[in-house]
T-cell receptor, first 117, second 113 residues
């Protein structure tokens, strides 16, 4: 069974540009969440999507957005890139069985390394 | 509100020695707790998960963790460290209906030959 797949793995962008990252969850998983990892702030939650709807959102500016498609694949977009957006962006998926979803195992992808210059 | 504190940003052990990585949690409800490992330039891999079925949880690669409610702890241990265990380890608590995990700052484990 394939794991969580993220593309691209590495990318370099210039300040002011925008970027789109893609995530394919584990087959059958309907919940996709995104995290940002930086040396200074650690792992921070960006947002979660379930059934094409954003269910939860972390404390990030509106430049960070995402969406989920009917096949559960997800994309996140960052507009007007800043140097501080350089980070590892991790996508995670889970079955999200039941509501609340406590205890559902969350599986992570390898991440997309974004460098903003 | 849930939170997680990992004591020690860096732990160094000799090969064959006991590994002990500390994690304390704060939660107003019975928590679901996780340990993840991150190898250099990779994503997070689940080591083990506590969901109240048993207080001693066994994970992959010989790791285990014990949930102690009285101490609000969920420390990760391995009896004998191997060079391949060198990585960063993250403890996390499930925020439940909020749909996300709250992570600790991580502990980098070094294993000396």
């Amino acid at each position: 069974k394939a794991g969580v797949t993220q593309t691209p793995r590495y990318l370099i962008k210039t300040r002011g540009q925008q970027v789109t990252l893609s995530c394919s969850p584990i087959s059958g998983h309907r919940s996709v969440s995104w995290y940002q990892q930086t040396p200074g702030q650690g792992l921070q939650f960006l947002f979660e999507y379930f059934s094409e709807t954003q269910r939860n959102k972390g404390n990030f500016p509106g430049r960070f957005s995402g969406r989920q498609f009917s096949n559960s694949r997800s994309e996140m977009n960052v507009s007007t890139l800043e140097l501080g957006d350089s980070a590892l962006y991790l996508c995670a998926s889970s079955l999200r069985v039941g509501d609340p979803s406590s205890g559902n195992t969350i599986y992570f992808g390898e991440g997309s390394w974004l460098t903003v210059v | 509100a849930q939170s997680v504190t990992q004591l020690g940003s860096h732990v160094s052990v000799s090969e064959g020695a006991l590994v002990l990585l500390r994690c304390n949690y704060s939660s107003s409800v019975p928590p679901y707790l996780f340990w993840y490992v991150q190898y250099p330039n990779q994503g997070l891999q689940l080591l083990l998960k506590y969901t109240s079925a048993a207080t001693l949880v066994k994970g992959i690669n010989g790791f285990e963790a014990e949930f102690k409610k009285s101490e609000t702890s969920f420390h990760l241990t391995k009896p004998s460290a191997h060079m391949s265990d060198a990585a960063e380890y993250f403890c996390a608590v499930d925020r439940g209906s909020q749909g996300n995990l709250i992570f600790g700052k991580g502990t980098k484990l070094s294993v000396k030959p």
